[in-house]
């Protein structure tokens, strides 16, 4: 009946009940696309702006550990779900920031490929991945020995490209150990409806 050790096996409870929720509500939005039923809530929206408001979110964080965050990106739009587009990206920047030691950095940029396709660009300067990781990241549950430390269900990844296949596109990685990573989104863009198409003007925050 100790206060103290009935605080921290409450903590360790609620905790645990989080975990299991995000992988239950990770599971399920992983079935959407599969299903089909993903295609339901697609508007026109623009990526650039959900691109920076990830960016901010996450530099909370990584002011907290010290790392340095930059953007680039020009004005471009998508047929997709808001939402999950912005999962999309927090996934992979909570990734950039949870695996780059204090005093790394983290790099986005949003540009247009030659065949006219967006490129959203996530680089860090964090710990890596190995050879033998490398084929299995988009994995579900899979988990990099090197990332068995940190918190996480082994679904972020695996999620991303599941967003991102849903709205055409895919994600591709390009790493090496303590060299970094850089993962790369493409997906198609709304042909013709920039606002900017004429001569866009790099933004940065």
Do not use: W
């Not at 089909?36 to 623009?46: D, L, M, W």
């Not at 530099?59 to 939402?83: F, H, N, P, W």
């Not at 927090?90 to 967006?118: C, F, Q, R």
Request: aromatic residues 6%; contains cysteine; charged residues 25%.
């Amino acid at each position: 009946n100790d206060p103290k050790t009935y605080a921290e096996f409450a903590q360790i409870v609620n905790d645990e009940s989080r975990r299991l929720s995000k992988i239950v509500e990770d599971l399920f939005t992983l079935a959407r696309p599969d299903s089909g039923n993903i295609q339901a809530s697609f508007r026109g929206v623009y990526l650039d702006g959900i691109v920076e408001d990830c960016v901010r979110k996450i530099r909370t964080l990584a002011e907290q550990r010290e790392i340095s965050v930059s953007y680039v990106g020009e004005e471009m739009k998508v047929e997709g779900d808001e939402a999950l587009l912005q999962r999309l990206f927090l996934n992979l920047l909570d990734n950039a920031v949870k695996y780059t030691p204090p005093g790394g950095e983290v790099e986005i940029s949003l540009s247009e490929s030659e065949k006219k396709d967006i490129i959203i660009a996530i680089r860090d300067s964090g710990i890596g991945i190995s050879a033998t990781d490398l084929p299995h990241v988009f994995e579900r549950f899979y988990r990099c020995d090197r990332s068995r430390s940190q918190p996480g269900t082994g679904l972020g990844l695996s999620l991303a490209r599941a967003i991102a296949r849903a709205h055409g596109g895919d994600i591709t990685v390009r790493s090496a150990l303590d060299q970094g990573s850089t993962f790369t989104v493409t997906l198609p863009q709304v042909p013709g409806q920039n606002s900017k198409s004429a001569a866009r003007n790099p933004k940065q925050i």
